[in-house]
């Protein structure tokens, strides 16, 4: 015989809720997990700590025996290329995202026929339409892996860069490849020779269907200061004094446009900046060494501008080179602080505005 009881009809009061949730929870208590979900897997919810519970109760063991297949990898959620609707922020079109120091070793041409295979970093990155939510940043890095057991030249960059354009439906797209290339320099007069070790760039940039390629150089030499040399001298004339003029470490990065199809060899650039600027840091060096140098400092005293203009003159030179500019940052043994200069030819590299943190990434270290 079935009652009807008509409580069922009122709002319950506070206190009935109460004694309700006390029994529902000393329920749960002694129940299974089972239970639980059968009655009601909000319950969970109301048991200790279950406000941060989720239920069913998932698995902390990994499962080693688990593939993925394409039924269940068409199931993954994809929110970086998710419709337009997820888009957060101005709907704007983004000029560069990608990636950055993606490291792999890489095979590098050398001037005189050999190879090195070198560890790099490269970065990548293509234009986004203000429309489009996002990119597979993993597809740059597979697009690079394709290519990056051949030989390195400028063609598997452009290889890699047709990869990203397709495989992203990208417009622009650009890759720079970082590395330290070796290089054996022979001392200035006892004949020991030692690796000096140039951190090189280089870059391929695709824009309004447009490529052009760039190479940038690191260069690191002393640099006398012209100024105090002279006073040094004037001391010791007029005075018999001893003094020295002050030299210091300094850094020129020079960035070149390769204008032509003629091969602009990595040991081509570093034979022109020392020729501009032949007081280059030295590898090995005995007592003899050391007087050369000391003697090629007096030979070549230099300010930061000479600099500059001193690297202009031999890129100009060189019909394989475009546009390009020359940063040099000469790290005062003086002053407490560095002196600078920048000199661009032609339209590319040409900018009113600078990164304020480009002259501290001209800091050698060794």
């Known amino acids: 015989m079935n009652h009807l009881n008509s409580d069922l009809h009122t709002t319950p009061e506070r ?87 993606f490291r792999l070793p890489i095979r590098f041409h050398t001037r005189h026929g050999g190879d090195l295979s070198l560890e790099t970093s490269v970065t990548g990155t293509v234009s986004l339409e203000a429309g489009k939510k996002g990119i597979n940043m993993s597809r740059i890095m597979r697009s690079f892996y394709k290519h990056a057991e051949k030989t390195f030249s400028f063609e598997v960059i452009e290889a890699a860069l047709d990869d990203y354009i397709s495989d992203l439906g990208s417009l622009d797209a650009r890759i720079q490849m970082r590395f330290s290339y070796p290089m054996k320099v022979t001392s200035l007069r006892s004949g020991l020779e030692g690796f000096q070790y140039y951190d090189f760039a280089l870059e391929l940039v695709e824009k309004d269907g447009v490529r052009r390629k760039f190479m940038h150089l690191d260069y690191v030499y002393s640099s006398t200061c012209p100024c105090s040399l002279e006073l040094s001298e004037h001391a010791r004339q007029m005075r018999g004094q001893l003094a020295t003029p002050h030299s210091q470490r300094s850094v020129a990065r020079i960035s070149v446009e390769m204008a032509c199809k003629d091969c602009l060899w990595f040991e081509d650039l570093i034979e022109h900046a020392r020729a501009a600027v032949p007081t280059e840091t030295q590898v090995m060096v005995k007592r003899e060494d050391e007087q050369a140098f000391a003697e090629l400092n007096a030979a070549n005293p230099i300010f930061v501008e000479d600099a500059a203009r001193l690297f202009c003159e031999r890129l100009l030179s060189d019909a394989r080179i475009g546009d390009f500019r020359v940063v040099a940052s000469h790290q005062e043994s003086l002053h407490s602080h560095d002196a600078v200069s920048i000199l661009t030819e032609g339209g590319t590299f040409a900018a009113q505005s600078i990164d304020p943190k480009l002259f501290t990434t001209l800091f050698h270290v060794g």
């Open 15 to 101: 206190e009935e809720a109460e004694d309700a949730l006390r029994l529902l929870r000393r329920w749960a208590a002694s129940a299974s997990p089972e239970e639980v979900a059968d009655l009601d897997p909000a319950i969970a919810r109301l048991l200790p700590a279950g406000a941060v519970m989720n239920y069913p109760v998932l698995s902390r063991d990994y499962p080693e025996g688990f593939t993925a297949d394409d039924t269940y990898r068409a199931t993954l959620p994809d929110l970086q290329n998710g419709p337009t609707s997820l888009i957060r922020g101005a709907r704007q079109h983004l000029q560069h995202v990608g990636i950055s120091n």
